[in-house]
């Protein structure tokens, strides 16, 4: 079965303007329903999980975009292809023919399984080396974004360990005080739609959430800094970062204006002329769908291109990277780290399969840990793992808010699957979301 093509738009100046829930410069109205093509089926509403579209049965429905998460759930479920993206195509494809920029792809772990599938291919073949190849003969150089992902790790994992020694091991040394505004239980923040339903409907939760920027953004930072300077020695004006990612929301996060770090850095130690304006991490993002426009419009056939190794250091990574585009994904890759750093030793498997929650909206588990300061003693440590911000998080999110909740360290992604699902992924006629999202769970811990 092939997929489905969906309809995009250009930004318009509109996109940028800011106001409602919107700051200035923020990217807005990603996500749109054409009403020349809505028959008012309602299925889109049910796969909202921020009550954004309006509309009765048979009625035209609308987004009001100031409630709006831009996870494109409902473009990816409904049966008519009545919903569109915004796309920043035509600027990539613009910059890749200007000789004064370096174009850096940073492409997401879900992109790799998913992106085969636009040529033709079943889905999930893996096409890592010959989508590498495709990329540079299309004119990028690569940063991925699984490396960042790793580096995305080591700050969770660590800011989840010094929660753990400030809040349950009593350590309140100074560089540890920081974590008394931040309590336990630790969520996850690398999902921009779950960041934005957080600021706008639990805002409570927000102390809570952890400080480490996702993947996407760090890349970007990093490219623009380190990268910039001391590998590829690059004037860092000159570089167009482009995420290349499953997930239709992180066009908005990489508009947010806190993302502007590598500027701000460059500016402090003086790399920048005084008079330079402030740039974004990342310049632009491209879903898998646009990414497959992308290299139709050049006209290559990622699946025809003779596979590549990786040739520089800003291309290899860690499995524990690759599992972030599956929900559980992120959890495992943090405990394997607080595991190794809380015990002071290696676990007997680096499988942590309890975690691992594809298949489900909620996954609980208790992992025990041998903690070091304690002389070896173990401790439970409480793990919930949520996909589909719909349906199944509003409980676990109450029990945290009247400090009830069982759990330490929680994960949250916006889209049921986690990213390999997201709202940027190739479209099957039948939908894609085949985890349902109404399927009641225990919690239990
Ligand atoms: S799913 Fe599509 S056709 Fe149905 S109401 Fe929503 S936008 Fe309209
Ligand atoms: S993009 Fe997400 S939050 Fe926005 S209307 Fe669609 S499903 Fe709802
Ligand atoms: S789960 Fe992944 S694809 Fe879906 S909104 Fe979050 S980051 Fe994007």
């Known amino acids: 079965m092939g997929v489905q093509k969906i309809a995009t738009f250009s930004p318009s100046e509109k996109t940028f303007t ?23 089926c309602d299925t889109c509403r049910h796969h909202c999980p921020a009550g954004a579209i309006k509309g009765s049965l048979g ?25 569109e993206q915004m796309s920043f195509l035509d600027e990539v494809l613009s910059r890749l023919k200007d000789p004064d920029y370096t174009v850096v792809a940073i492409i997401a ?23 590498h190849a495709a990329f540079k003969k299309a004119g990028f150089r690569i940063y ?18 010094a929660k753990v020694k400030y809040w349950l091991l009593g350590d309140k040394t100074p560089e540890l005080e920081k974590f008394a505004e931040h309590p336990l239980p630790h969520f996850t923040s690398c999902c921009p739609a779950w960041i934005r339903y957080a600021e706008l409907y639990w805002p409570d939760i927000l102390p809570h959430i952890s400080g480490a920027k996702s993947p996407q953004q760090m890349a970007g930072a990093t490219v623009k800094t380190w990268v910039a300077l001391r590998l590829w020695n690059i004037d860092p004006r000159k570089i167009y970062t482009v995420g290349i990612m499953p997930c239709t929301a992180k066009i908005y996060e990489a508009s947010r204006p806190e993302f502007k770090s590598a500027f701000y850095w460059l ?3 003086g790399h920048l002329p005084e008079d330079t304006p402030p740039f974004p991490d990342v310049d632009a993002v ?34 524990g990277a690759t599992i972030f585009g599956n929900s559980g994904g992120v959890t495992e890759a943090a ?40 002389g070896g003693k173990k401790a439970n440590f409480h793990i919930c793992v949520v996909n589909g911000v719909k349906n199944h998080l509003e409980p676990i999110l109450e029990d945290v808010v009247i ?14 699957g986690g990213c390999i699902n997201g709202g940027g992924q190739p479209v099957n006629p039948m939908g894609t979301s085949w985890i349902d999202p109404l399927l009641p769970l225990p919690l239990k811990a």
């Open 59 to 83: 009625v035209t429905h609308h987004i009001e975009e100031d409630l709006c998460l831009s996870c494109g759930q409902c473009l990816v479920n409904c049966p008519f292809g009545a919903i």
């Open 335 to 374: 405990l394997r780290t607080a595991y190794c750093v809380l015990s002071g030793q290696e676990p007997s498997s680096w499988n942590i399969e309890a975690v691992r929650g594809h298949t489900t909206g909620v996954r609980t588990a208790k992992l025990a840990i041998p903690l070091k300061p304690l």
């Open 18 to 40: 800011g106001g409602g829930t919107f700051l200035p410069g923020e990217v807005k109205g990603i996500i749109r329903i054409n009403p020349n093509k809505c028959v008012g």
């Open 267 to 269: 500016k402090e130690k």
């Open 403 to 416: 400090g009830k909740s069982p759990f330490h360290f929680i994960e949250v992604m916006n889209c049921p």
């Open 286 to 319: 491209l879903t898998t769908r646009d990414a497959a426009e992308l290299f139709r419009c050049l006209n290559i056939n990622p699946l025809n291109v003779s596979p590549e190794k990786e040739t520089d250091i800003t291309e290899v990574y860690t499995g």
């Open 144 to 161: 991925e974004n699984n490396l960042a992902a790793d580096q995305t790790i080591m700050e969770e994992g660590y800011e989840f360990i």
């Open 109 to 131: 772990p879900a992109v790799r399984v998913a992106l085969a599938e636009e040529f033709g291919a079943p889905p999930g073949t893996l096409t890592v080396h010959r989508m």
